[in-house]
């Protein structure tokens, strides 16, 4: 099978969507499938936009042989006019990779209205989809009102094998402040501004904060985080790490108690998985498919969006009760366990994929 993939920008950006991208070319390639990467660069909204009118991208996606296109439904702004254009011209089917709506994030309320009609003409062009979780299929049945073929394939958290249990209880038993980590892009979206007044509610010894995610991907959004750290007076407390390797990654979340990253919106959350290979229980939003992983006051918590008093909260009892804190390791243990391995979750799209081109 000959596949092509549309993303923005590099297979290798930091990020869940991007993981999953990579993870199912790789699958794709070892199983003896040829996929071809088409890269478009990232610009802003206006300027992706004008992708539909570029002939260039059109013609060579034309003359492409593939037996399937996939495109990476971030990509939408690019080919919400040019799908229109391509599917007379070619018999391979378009499929998409939805891991969240643009229009389930918050935005300006002017500019919600055209992210709304653009995705829409976008997710009407497509003839099937891939979805990262039961949360992202119903969100783009809503707006289709239909239910085209899919494929629900849940990301896994399996490229870290994490933490023995007696390890995970030796961890929770030690008598020190509680570790936090954080891991995501420094973007408002990934809401750790929230957790930094979770954090400055607490008592100064209670807890340390560890933020792994890329400094560079929004800047200004950083710098407001380095203010919003110096104005609550937590500079003793939190620690910026930038992006990091996988190995230095797994050495942090080894070495922390806890997740948190309570997104304002997520289509699923890998990292919250990836964080149960080592027993820390997760603290994410209600807000998305977080809820599709994290079963609250058992293995993690579930709060509002942009809630810090809850977020403090949740912390505290945590840092409070350390018989507490393995229960709840052991529990995201055991979740993680029982979820699928990215083997399992890349071989369920191939299936899929392969059934809609015999």
Avoid: C
Wanted: no cysteine; proline share 6%.
């Amino acid at each position: 099978m000959h596949v092509g993939l549309v993303i923005y920008g590099s297979l290798d950006t930091l990020s869940g969507g991007f993981l999953y991208d990579r993870q199912l070319v790789e699958h794709l390639r070892q199983a003896g499938h040829t996929v071809g990467l088409m890269s478009l660069p990232w610009r802003n909204y206006r300027s992706h936009l004008l992708d539909n009118l570029r002939p260039g991208l059109l013609h060579h996606l034309r003359a492409s042989p593939y037996d399937i296109l996939l495109q990476d439904e971030l990509n939408h702004p690019s080919l919400f006019l040019l799908n229109r254009g391509l599917k007379p011209h070619v018999s391979y089917p378009v499929v998409s990779i939805v891991h969240h709506l643009r229009s389930s994030e918050q935005h300006p309320a002017a500019l919600r209205p055209l992210y709304r009609w653009v995705e829409r003409q976008y997710l009407r062009t497509v003839d099937a989809f891939v979805y990262n979780s039961q949360t992202t299929r119903h969100v783009v049945e809503a707006v289709l009102r239909a239910s085209p073929p899919h494929v629900v394939a849940m990301p896994s958290g399996s490229r870290f094998t994490g933490m023995s249990t007696a390890s995970i209880t030796q961890r929770a038993r030690e008598d020190r402040p509680l570790r936090v980590v954080f891991v995501g892009n420094l973007i408002p979206r990934k809401g750790l501004h929230t957790l930094l007044d979770a954090v400055a509610r607490l008592p100064a010894e209670a807890a340390q904060l560890t933020a792994i995610g890329d400094t560079a991907t929004n800047p200004a959004y950083v710098r407001a985080i380095r203010q919003r750290i110096k104005s609550l007076n937590l500079e003793a407390q939190v620690e910026l790490t930038g992006k990091l390797s996988r190995a230095a990654l797994g050495e942090h979340l080894a070495a922390a108690d806890v997740l948190a990253v309570p997104s304002q919106y997520e289509g699923f959350g890998i990292v919250y998985l990836e964080g149960m290979a080592f027993g820390l229980p997760a603290i994410a939003t209600t807000s998305g498919a977080a809820k599709e992983i994290i079963t609250s006051q058992t293995d993690g918590f579930l709060i509002p969006p942009e809630d810090a008093a809850a977020l403090a909260n949740r912390l505290l009892a945590l840092a409070s009760d350390r018989e507490l804190l393995r229960e709840m390791s052991l529990a995201a243990r055991r979740r993680f366990d029982a979820h699928p391995t990215w083997d399992d979750t890349t071989a369920r799209i191939e299936t899929f994929l392969t059934g809609i081109t015999a």
